[in-house]
Nanobody, 121 residues
Framework: QVQLVESGGGLVQPGGSLRLSCAAS????????IGWFRQAPGKEREGVSC????????DYADSVKGRFTISIDNAKNTVYLQMNSLKPADTAVYYC??????????????WGQGTQVTVSS
Protein backbone atom coordinates (compact mmCIF):
# COMPACT_ATOMS: atom_id res chain seq x y z
CA GLN A 1 0.00 0.00 0.00
CA VAL A 2 1.18 3.46 -0.84
CA GLN A 3 1.57 5.69 2.14
CA LEU A 4 2.67 9.29 2.42
CA VAL A 5 3.17 10.69 5.89
CA GLU A 6 3.74 14.37 6.53
CA SER A 7 5.44 15.68 9.62
CA GLY A 8 7.05 18.85 10.88
CA GLY A 9 4.08 21.13 11.14
CA GLY A 10 3.37 23.27 14.14
CA LEU A 11 2.98 26.77 15.45
CA VAL A 12 5.55 29.35 14.46
CA GLN A 13 5.80 33.11 14.68
CA PRO A 14 5.79 35.30 11.58
CA GLY A 15 9.24 35.35 10.07
CA GLY A 16 10.04 31.94 11.48
CA SER A 17 10.86 28.69 9.74
CA LEU A 18 9.61 25.15 9.59
CA ARG A 19 10.72 22.11 7.69
CA LEU A 20 8.05 19.71 6.56
CA SER A 21 8.85 16.11 5.73
CA CYS A 22 6.99 13.70 3.50
CA ALA A 23 8.00 10.10 4.03
CA ALA A 24 6.90 7.82 1.21
CA SER A 25 6.48 4.07 1.30
CA UNK A 26 4.94 1.51 -1.02
CA UNK A 27 6.06 3.31 -4.16
CA UNK A 28 9.22 3.94 -6.06
CA UNK A 29 9.77 7.61 -5.51
CA UNK A 30 11.83 7.95 -8.66
CA UNK A 31 8.73 7.20 -10.71
CA UNK A 32 6.75 10.11 -9.33
CA UNK A 33 6.77 13.78 -8.83
CA ILE A 34 6.07 14.92 -5.30
CA GLY A 35 3.97 17.97 -4.71
CA TRP A 36 3.22 20.02 -1.65
CA PHE A 37 -0.24 21.52 -1.39
CA ARG A 38 -1.99 23.53 1.23
CA GLN A 39 -5.54 24.32 2.15
CA ALA A 40 -6.84 26.87 4.61
CA PRO A 41 -10.43 26.82 5.87
CA GLY A 42 -12.76 28.33 3.30
CA LYS A 43 -10.08 28.43 0.62
CA GLU A 44 -9.28 26.32 -2.38
CA ARG A 45 -6.45 23.86 -2.18
CA GLU A 46 -3.41 25.33 -3.85
CA GLY A 47 -0.18 23.93 -5.13
CA VAL A 48 2.83 25.16 -3.22
CA SER A 49 5.75 23.33 -4.76
CA CYS A 50 6.65 20.18 -6.62
CA UNK A 51 9.75 18.26 -7.51
CA UNK A 52 10.59 15.68 -10.14
CA UNK A 53 12.79 12.91 -8.85
CA UNK A 54 13.83 11.93 -12.37
CA UNK A 55 15.36 15.20 -13.49
CA UNK A 56 15.36 17.36 -10.39
CA UNK A 57 13.02 19.98 -11.77
CA UNK A 58 11.22 22.11 -9.21
CA ASP A 59 8.37 24.55 -9.32
CA TYR A 60 6.90 26.97 -6.82
CA ALA A 61 3.81 29.03 -6.43
CA ASP A 62 4.51 32.73 -6.80
CA SER A 63 3.34 33.28 -3.24
CA VAL A 64 6.16 31.17 -1.80
CA LYS A 65 8.92 31.64 -4.35
CA GLY A 66 12.12 32.71 -2.68
CA ARG A 67 10.91 31.62 0.74
CA PHE A 68 10.25 27.89 0.35
CA THR A 69 12.61 25.23 -0.93
CA ILE A 70 11.67 21.71 -1.91
CA SER A 71 14.23 18.94 -1.81
CA ILE A 72 14.43 15.17 -1.93
CA ASP A 73 16.48 12.55 -0.14
CA ASN A 74 16.26 9.49 -2.34
CA ALA A 75 17.99 7.25 0.18
CA LYS A 76 15.34 8.03 2.77
CA ASN A 77 12.47 8.14 0.29
CA THR A 78 11.60 11.49 1.77
CA VAL A 79 10.77 14.90 0.36
CA TYR A 80 11.18 18.07 2.35
CA LEU A 81 9.73 21.52 2.23
CA GLN A 82 11.85 24.10 3.95
CA MET A 83 9.69 27.10 4.75
CA ASN A 84 11.37 30.34 5.71
CA SER A 85 10.09 33.84 6.36
CA LEU A 86 6.70 32.45 7.18
CA LYS A 87 3.67 34.69 7.02
CA PRO A 88 0.22 34.36 8.57
CA ALA A 89 -1.08 33.75 5.04
CA ASP A 90 0.93 30.53 5.00
CA THR A 91 -1.33 29.09 7.69
CA ALA A 92 -2.96 25.96 6.32
CA VAL A 93 -2.97 22.21 6.37
CA TYR A 94 -0.10 21.09 4.20
CA TYR A 95 -0.33 17.91 2.18
CA CYS A 96 2.20 16.02 0.17
CA UNK A 97 1.16 14.03 -2.85
CA UNK A 98 2.67 11.73 -5.46
CA UNK A 99 1.76 11.95 -9.10
CA UNK A 100 2.60 13.91 -12.20
CA UNK A 101 4.80 16.96 -12.09
CA UNK A 102 2.40 19.81 -11.64
CA UNK A 103 1.05 22.35 -9.20
CA UNK A 104 -2.46 21.14 -9.98
CA UNK A 105 -3.91 18.82 -7.37
CA UNK A 106 -5.82 16.86 -10.00
CA UNK A 107 -2.56 15.49 -11.36
CA UNK A 108 -1.75 13.59 -8.18
CA UNK A 109 -2.69 10.03 -7.33
CA UNK A 110 -1.67 9.57 -3.72
CA TRP A 111 -2.04 11.90 -0.79
CA GLY A 112 -0.88 12.16 2.75
CA GLN A 113 -3.18 13.06 5.59
CA GLY A 114 -1.74 16.51 6.12
CA THR A 115 0.09 18.45 8.77
CA GLN A 116 -1.06 21.72 10.27
CA VAL A 117 1.08 24.81 9.91
CA THR A 118 0.01 27.84 11.91
CA VAL A 119 1.85 31.14 11.60
CA SER A 120 0.76 33.51 14.31
CA SER A 121 2.14 35.82 16.93
Amino acid sequence: QVQLVESGGGLVQPGGSLRLSCAASGLVLDYYAIGWFRQAPGKEREGVSCISSSDGSTDYADSVKGRFTISIDNAKNTVYLQMNSLKPADTAVYYCAAGDYSLLSTEYDYWGQGTQVTVSS
